[in-house]
């Protein structure tokens, strides 16, 4: 949320006086940060994109088939036939379609899988600050300043 009170120099003026954290809070906080730039790990495709994936390349289709009992045989033929004769006219049309699907698939990935990175590097920091507000709450309260 942006306010303007308090201003920045007197944010500024509030973080110097601030005292220097010890040298095992400073590791600590090494280790952490550490941890959480670990790269990501290439896994399986998110179950979301599974289908999608598997209809990326429009190019090709399932076999002609017809549930029409005396004119389907010709009707399979004619489209087998159809497709046989065309196909590098379709393949062609489609091909700037599939890379663009590909493109697509491949960087919803990428998203996806940040994302996860994300929420472990976020479950980390919570879990982190949980035990850091425990300890607090444990602490006897310090001498109190005016």
Excluded: C
């Excluded at 509030?14 to 940060?33: C, G, K, N, V, Y």
């Excluded at 599939?98 to 994300?118: K, M, P, W």
């Amino acid at each position: 949320m942006l306010t303007a009170e308090p201003s920045a120099q007197a944010v500024a003026a509030a973080t110097e006086r601030l005292p220097e954290p010890s040298a095992a809070a400073r590791d600590h906080l090494r280790r952490t940060l550490a941890a959480s730039l670990r790269a990501p790990v290439a896994g399986q495709w998110p179950a979301l994109l599974l289908e999608a994936r598997a209809k990326a390349d429009v190019r090709y289709v399932e076999p002609a088939t017809s549930h029409r009992p005396v004119l389907g045989p010709v009707l399979v033929f004619a489209k087998r036939t159809f497709r046989g004769a065309f196909q590098p006219f379709i393949n062609e049309v489609l091909r700037r379609q599939v890379h663009f699907n590909e493109a697509i698939l491949d960087a919803l990935t990428v998203v996806i899988e940040n994302q996860r990175e994300h929420a472990r590097t976020q479950a980390l920091w919570r879990r982190e600050l949980e035990a850091r507000l425990k300890q607090l709450e444990k602490e006897p309260p310090g001498p109190s300043s005016p």
